[in-house]
């Protein structure tokens, strides 16, 4: 099934705003993705099991789409699995220690009006537009 990469990058976009916005109009949550694993491995009485059903969706949503439209993912991951999941875990770490992650500072705190999400959504681009200058430009590394 081709699909326009613009079209499909606005469907995706479309789905995790409407995702957020009825995470929070419905359980007054917020889909901050560091957040709720974080709660899930530290729940407080009646807090599991919205955050099993959160992140089970997650798997779920990429199990799905690696049957619908397996064309569109990488063959080969750029590393062994257990690379993979160490790297997992060390974002997962990093997003704990700086208070939040891409998703629930970009996509709920920005919508929220946070200043505190602005400024670390604002650190995050910096960040990632000067190493991939660096890399590409300076390092020499692919394009």
Known sequence: MASSPLLLAL???LMIGA???LLLAGAGRIAGVSGIVGGALRPRAGD?????????GLLAGGAVLRVL???????????????IALAG????????LGGGCTSGHG??????????SLAA????????FVTVFL???????AS
């Open 121 to 128: 959504v604002l650190t995050f681009m910096t960040v990632a």
């Open 107 to 116: 996509v709920c705190g920005l919508g929220r009006r946070s200043p505190r």
């Open 89 to 96: 875990l060390l974002v997962g770490f990093g997003a704990r």
């Open 11 to 13: 469907l995706g976009g």
């Open 69 to 83: 439209s397996s064309e569109t993912l990488p063959k080969d991951l750029p590393g062994s699995g257990l690379t």
């Open 19 to 21: 995702a957020a916005v």
């Open 48 to 56: 599991l099991a919205w955050r099993l059903a959160f992140v089970l």
């Open 135 to 141: 890399t590409r430009h300076v390092l020499g590394g």
